[in-house]
């Protein structure tokens, strides 16, 4: 159980194009969805919390009008990255906690990530 | 000061070793506290959560330290599939609600013949 399925798992692009990328809980509904990147040798970095049903949350640094998130239902949120370019190629994981009201210690799911190159 | 620090290694053991990694996180307010493995180009993985008594899991051994705000991961008889980065990660709660996940940089490990 807590399966969560990201695709593409991988993806290059142009420049100036735009990638959608989806997280999809398999088996658990998630009204909290996390995104992140990780740079080569770096540590995964907190994007956003994306929220069923509401707007999501940045952290300082990422913009909002690049990076949109939908999470339009409770299984499935999107990641489109607009107008790319080859700074933002990277390895973009999802994660969301696999239960509502699951207590502080339960660990989180990750999707298999996305490694993007923008050429 | 980063809020969870990790040695990045490489660490080169033998195989059947006993190896060690610490962690230290700077906001004393985390709640909860994991060790996540992490494949080359793979996802993370969830290892072992980490609770202050300790917890043992086959041959991984976790300590949590509050008062000095401090983790460890003991790795006994290492096996070459080890090889690994081995992620600390440590969940704080927001003000106004809701869980953060911090991730330290990563300890990689490589477990030789």
Redesign the interface.
Known sequence: GAVVS?HPSWVICKSGTSVKIECRSLDFQAT?M?WYRQFP??????MA?SNEGSKA?YEQGVEKDKFLINHASLTLSTLTVTSAHPEDSS?Y?C?A?PLRGA???????????T?LTVV | RKEVEQDPGPFNVPEGATVAFNCTYSNSASQSFFWYRQDCRKEPKLLMSVYSSGNEDGRFTAQLNRASQYISLLIRDSKLSDSATYLCVVNSILTGGGNKLTFGTGTQLKVEL
Request: glycine share 12%; net charge positive.
């Open positions: 990201q909290t996390f040798k770096q540590s995964l970095m907190l919390t949350t390895f994981i994660s906690r207590p502080t210690n339960y660990g989180y799911t990750f999707g298999s990530g490694r």
